[in-house]
Structure formats: C-alpha cells, structure tokens
C-alpha cells in the first residue's frame, strides 16, 4: 500500500516512463483495490490544486487591499 | 510577488471598466480579476501569445460570460476546464482545509506552486529535504485516506 503512493504519484504526474507506465495499467486491471487507490490519489490532488488556488485568491485579495490611494480612488470612481 | 503586484495595479482598472460595461460590480469584478491572475500565473509565459495585460482582459471577459451563462465567442482563450470546484466537491474540501491545513499548506506547495524541496524546507522550517519528503508522503496518505472515506461515505448515501 505505502509503495503504492510514490508510484500512482509517478502515474498520475504523467512522469512513469512507457513500459512501467504499461505494466502499470495491467497491474491496475488486475487489481482492484489498486484502481481504487488510484482514484483516490487522483481525487486528492485535485482538492489539493483546488485549495492552492484558494490560498492565491487569499494573497491577490492582499495585494488589492495594500496597494495605494491613488489605486483605490481610480477604481471607486470607475463603480460610481 | 512585485512583478505580480505591479501587474495587478497596472490592468486591474482596465478590467473593472469592462466588467462595470457589462454590468458588473466591483466585488464580481475582483473575483474574476482574481481568477483570470490565477489562470495567468499557472500558465508558461511562452504558451501566452499576446501582452499579460490582454491576455487577463480576455480572460476575466470570458469568466463573466461564463458566469452570466453566455455563449463565448473569443478563439484562442481558453480556461481550464477543472478551474472551479464544482458545489459537490466543496465539502470535502471544505472538510480538508479546516482539519488538514498544515498537511494542505505543505502539499500545494509541491504539487501547486511547484516549489522545490530545498525551498518547501526552508518554507516550512524542516530541517532537510529528506524530513520534508517525508511528511509530504505522510501528508498525501493522509489526504488520500480522508478521500477514500468520503467517497466510501458518499457511495453509502446515493
């Protein structure tokens, strides 16, 4: 199960060469519970990707709040 | 983050004129804004054909029409598709961000942002990148674990 991490990583990431990639995927229809761990992985990545872009959402609101008057007052007068 | 920061000042206003055209507010206007930064900073510079500022004009004009439910007519632009996620994915992640957020922090780093481990160490003050790795496996398998269990939770319920 542990080793099974850092291979589906190296699947997942399209980084496996060819042949491991190949054996891979017929390990894969072999084994359900490793197409399981697959998905799993895959979906965990996913809502890691998500949760990073949140965190820029967080920083660019940052950098709105912290630039200057004269940037602020050009864009209230474009709201008005 | 000065180029990024510099970037921002200088097309935000251009944007928020486009959006208050079309008939949008501030707040919808930064968000979009935000979005199409984001779209931007996950891109290669040499996959973008034209100025970084038309390039975050086209795309936050496309998140709005996307948002307003309008048919999109600029070629060339693309979002990807996986962009948002969807309202149910939001608990999950909800879930993650509040009871994983040290193990989520260090993850985005690798698998987001792209750091390298040498500077996820100094970041996250481990001592070497092999305690690093470490916890970014432990993390992942954490993380995976916490999927695994909802997703044998959701199949229980539909």
Not at chain 1, 38 to 44: D, F, I, P, S
Not at chain 2, 23 to 36: I, V
Not at chain 2, 48 to 56: D, E, G, M, T
Not at chain 2, 94 to 110: D, H, S, V
Request: glycine content about 4%; aromatic content about 10%; overall charge negative.
């Amino acid at each position: 199960m542990k080793e099974h991490i850092t291979e589906t990583e190296a699947y997942l990431l399209g980084i496996m060469p060819e042949t491991e990639r190949l054996l891979f995927e017929a390990k894969m229809l072999a084994d359900p519970a490793l197409q399981e761990d697959v998905k799993h992985q895959r979906r965990a990545i996913q809502m890691i990707r998500w949760y990073g872009r949140d965190l820029q959402r967080e920083r660019l609101s940052a950098i709105y709040d912290a630039l200057d008057a004269e940037f602020h007052l050009t864009i209230t007068s474009i709201f008005k | 983050m000065e180029d990024i920061t510099a970037l921002y000042r200088d097309t935000f206003p251009h944007v928020a004129r486009v959006i208050k055209q079309l008939g949008g507010d501030l707040e919808t206007a930064k968000d979009l804004f935000h979005d199409a930064m984001i779209i931007y900073m996950e891109k290669n510079p040499p996959e973008i054909r034209v100025s970084a500022k038309a390039y975050l004009i086209g795309i936050t004009r496309i998140l709005w029409m996307k948002q307003q439910k309008l048919k999109i007519r600029e070629e060339g632009l693309s979002i990807p598709e996986d962009f948002y996620a969807s309202e149910a994915e939001q608990p999950l992640l909800e879930y993650l961000r509040t009871a994983g957020e040290k193990c989520m922090q260090l993850l985005q780093a690798f698998y987001y942002e792209q750091m390298e481990l040498q500077e996820m160490a100094d970041t996250f003050h481990y001592s070497n990148v092999r305690s690093v790795t470490v916890q970014k496996h432990k993390c992942l398998q954490k993380v995976r674990a916490t999927v695994k269990n909802t997703m044998l939770y959701e199949g229980a319920h539909n």
